[in-house]
């Protein structure tokens, strides 16, 4: 699966950013589909996680209550909406997608995904 970031940008602390990860393959709904980020200087981190139709959602405490990450299936479209974004939520955001019938939010933190798409730079500035 290919995979396609968009929505980055250069926000104001306080503001709000929307990232959208259109992927190429017609079996969308059979992967479970992430956010991750890379900060200059330090690993990649995970963000946020949704699972095949949508019913379960994780986040990193980092984010929680500030980010939501939703799915459309039929656009073959993940998106992360971002709000109350913070000087250190800059990094480089990543779209990645997992095939498989599991979902672990600790496997996918630690190890990551199958596929990833090239990322989007978020900026925030104080």
């Known amino acids: 699966v290919q995979l396609q970031a968009s929505g980055g940008g250069l926000v104001q602390a306080g503001g709000s950013l929307k990232l959208s990860c259109a992927a190429s393959?017609?079996?969308?709904?059979?992967?479970?589909m992430g956010w991750f980020r890379q900060a200059p200087g330090k690993e990649r981190e995970f963000v946020a996680t949704i699972s095949w139709s949508g019913g379960i959602t994780s986040y990193a405490d980092s984010v929680k209550g500030r980010f939501s990450i939703s799915r459309d299936n039929a656009k073959n479209t993940v998106y992360l909406q971002m709000n109350s974004l913070k000087p250190e939520d800059t990094a480089v955001y990543y779209c990645?997608?997992?095939?498989?019938?599991?979902?672990?939010?600790?496997?996918?933190?630690?190890?990551?995904?199958?596929?990833w798409g090239k990322g989007t730079q978020v900026t925030v500035s104080s």
């Open positions: 393959e017609r079996t969308f709904s059979s992967y479970v």
């Open positions: 990645a997608a997992q095939r498989g019938t599991y979902y672990s939010v600790s496997y996918f933190r630690d190890y990551g995904m199958d596929y």
